[in-house]
């Protein structure tokens, strides 16, 4: 086992009416939200499937399968809090983590602290080993027509 390790995370939804907006582990008023069977939170998932990937522990449908009763509508930070488990049973921690929401709206900003500091309290880490930063696409392909929302993230993991 090396001492550092650094995975990345891309994950996307697509956004529909009526669901409810939920990113980075806070709902924000909104009124479209993504359609998936858990609650959709596209840059937990990315982080997730980045920390997995770190630890050559697979990706978050290898752990928490679509196909499973047991996720339907569940809250993704309770998929955060067995990923840091899994990654810690490993003999890792968390170095960093940085991470890029795009989507045209609504702005993320007034949002983004909230965020960071939810998910460096699941991950217990500090916040300021934790980014969050948002993009628009210039009204390009699906995230510019709104049809949908994707994150990605890197981390880096440490040897315990």
């Keep these: 086992m090396s001492g550092f390790r650094v995975g990345f995370g891309y994950d996307v939804h697509q956004l529909a009416e009526g669901r409810k907006f939920v990113l980075g582990g806070i709902e924000i008023p909104f009124g479209k939200g993504p359609l998936a069977h ?22 978050i ?6 196909t499973s009763s047991d996720f339907k509508d569940i809250d993704s930070k309770v998929l955060l809090a067995k990923v840091r488990k899994l990654i810690e049973a ?13 989507l045209e709206r609504p702005k993320l900003r007034p949002h983004i602290d909230t965020m960071r500091e939810v998910l460096a309290t699941i991950l217990g880490m500090e916040t300021s080993a934790l980014s969050i930063k948002a993009t628009t696409t210039e009204k390009l392909g699906f995230v510019g027509r709104e049809e949908g929302i994707a994150a990605q993230a890197v981390v880096l993991i440490t040897s315990l």
Excluded at 90 to 102: A, L, P
Aim: with cysteine; glycine share 18%; hydrophobic share 40%.
């Design 38 to 59: 858990s609650d959709g939170d596209v840059l937990i998932h990315a982080i997730c499937d980045a920390l997995l990937g770190a630890a050559g522990l697979g990706d």
């Design 61 to 66: 449908g290898l752990h928490f399968p679509d």
């Design 90 to 102: 490993r003999g890792y921690s968390i170095g960093n983590i940085d991470s890029t929401v795009s």
